[in-house]
């Protein structure tokens, strides 16, 4: 672990249902920290280029097909294959930008039916975000932003119910973004909070782990 007194880099995780901006708004963010000098990179779950990646992959196109908890868990283990890795980045003072991560994990296998806390079991133990984005938006008004693509869980019915169990997940270090606004005023609303946590961290922040 960190100790309280080392200065480190931020753990930022945005959160969302399909097509609530999470993806534009992490390109933008990690460029406008870049301009301005902070050590940053962005990353994503799924991490598709891990073999584990490959076979989420496959699921999620829907050339394969595989159990509910068994897909769970290989998610939750493409988190943790990256772990260490990920703390590393954090001691060295880099800001990780990351598209989705354990709040995904629990969201959508939660919204199929799985046990709530069966769902979060797996990934307790792994580095907590210091800062989680929710960009929040109406399942409706997603669903109106070009349609969804050809991807699992991209139909209507199913992003409501995730949308429901993202809800039950909302700690202290989450922060509610309107994601309806403009991308630049949604991009605006970010970048006030994440200066803020990338500052705290660079003070000695201690790194939390899920899921306290
Ligand atoms: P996500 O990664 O959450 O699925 P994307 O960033 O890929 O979302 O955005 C999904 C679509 O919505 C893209 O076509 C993008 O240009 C558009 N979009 C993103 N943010 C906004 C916004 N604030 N207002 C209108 N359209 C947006
Ligand atoms: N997803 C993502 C999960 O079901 N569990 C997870 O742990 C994570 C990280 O995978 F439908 C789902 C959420 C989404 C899909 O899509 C990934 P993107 O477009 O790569 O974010
Ligand atoms: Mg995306």
Same mark, same amino acid.
């Given at each position: 672990?960190?100790?309280? $007194?080392? #200065?480190?880099? @931020? &753990?930022?995780?945005?959160? *969302? +249902? =399909? ?82 991560? $354990?709040? #995904?994990?629990? @969201? &959508?296998?939660?919204?199929? *039916? +799985? =046990? ?97």
């Amino acid at each position: 672990g960190l100790s309280a $007194s080392e #200065s480190r880099g @931020a &753990f930022i995780v945005l959160e *969302g +249902l =399909d097509r609530s901006g999470k993806s534009s708004q992490c390109a933008n963010l990690l460029s406008f920290l870049n301009k301005q000098g902070i050590a940053a990179e962005a990353w994503r779950f799924p991490d598709r280029s891990t073999g584990i990646g490959n076979m989420i992959s496959s699921y999620l196109s829907s050339s394969a097909d595989l159990d509910d908890r068994t897909v769970h868990l290989l998610f939750s283990a493409n988190r943790w294959e990256k772990s260490s890795l990920l703390e590393t980045k954090l001691r060295e003072g880099t800001t990780l930008v990351v598209d989705r991560y $354990s709040y #995904s994990g629990v @969201a &959508f296998s939660a919204a199929k *039916g +799985l =046990d709530f806390n069966w769902c979060k079991a797996p990934d307790e133990g792994l580095p907590a975000a210091d800062l989680v984005l929710y960009l929040n938006i109406s399942p409706e008004i997603a669903a109106a932003r070009g349609g969804y693509g050809a991807e699992r869980y991209e139909n209507l019915n199913f992003q409501k119910k995730v949308a429901n169990c993202y809800k039950r997940l909302q700690d202290s270090t989450w922060k509610t973004i309107d994601a309806t606004k403009s991308i630049d005023d949604v991009q605006e609303d970010i970048r006030k909070a994440v200066l803020l946590v990338i500052a705290k961290c660079s003070q000695g922040q201690e790194l939390h782990r899920l899921w306290s």
